[in-house]
């Protein structure tokens, strides 16, 4: 009597714990992001001479690394940086700008505030020549990186 009464009740335990709800399938199709992903995600954003607005053409990757973020439990870093053309004072704030319009983005799409740290560099840290268009579009960047927390 004590085995078939045990037995029901381990029944009705494993039957309450284990019930497929929403939760449970949320977790089943939870996508996971490999370090071939993530670094996709994180190769720098270029921009447009003298504008600090993310072009379109970006808005599908930021929308999988908000993903990437939300469910990963990351924080992004955020660097602006701008082309040698121009002023000093106003490269800083313009790479400002280039970084927070991505952070703007982020948010929009559900990533905490708290979650993004951005930080200007002006046109003091050139990946390319700035005595060519195409290295100065190299310069014209955000990059991005990632940190897990736990």
Do not use: C
């Not at 029901?8 to 939760?23: C, E």
């Not at 996709?40 to 999988?64: I, Q």
């Not at 200007?120 to 897990?148: D, H, M, W």
Request: charged share 30%; proline share 2%.
């Amino acid at each position: 009597m004590k085995t078939k009464l045990l037995g029901i009740m381990v029944m009705l335990f494993l039957s309450l714990g284990f019930r497929a709800d929403g939760d449970i399938n949320k977790i089943k199709n939870k996508k996971t992001y490999d370090a071939a992903a993530l670094s996709e995600l994180t190769k720098n954003l270029e921009y447009d001479f003298d504008k600090p607005a993310v072009r379109a053409a970006y808005y599908k990757k930021l929308d999988e690394l908000a993903d990437a973020v939300k469910s990963e439990n990351y924080v992004v870093s955020l660097r602006g940086h701008a082309d040698g053309i121009g002023a000093y004072k106003y490269n800083w704030v313009l790479s400002d700008k280039r970084a927070v319009s991505v952070k703007d983005y982020l948010v929009s799409k559900g990533v905490k505030t708290d979650r993004v740290v951005t930080t200007p560099f002006g046109s003091t840290i050139p990946i390319a020549s700035n005595k060519t268009e195409s290295g100065r579009q190299k310069n014209r960047r955000v990059e991005i990186s990632l940190k897990k927390i736990s």
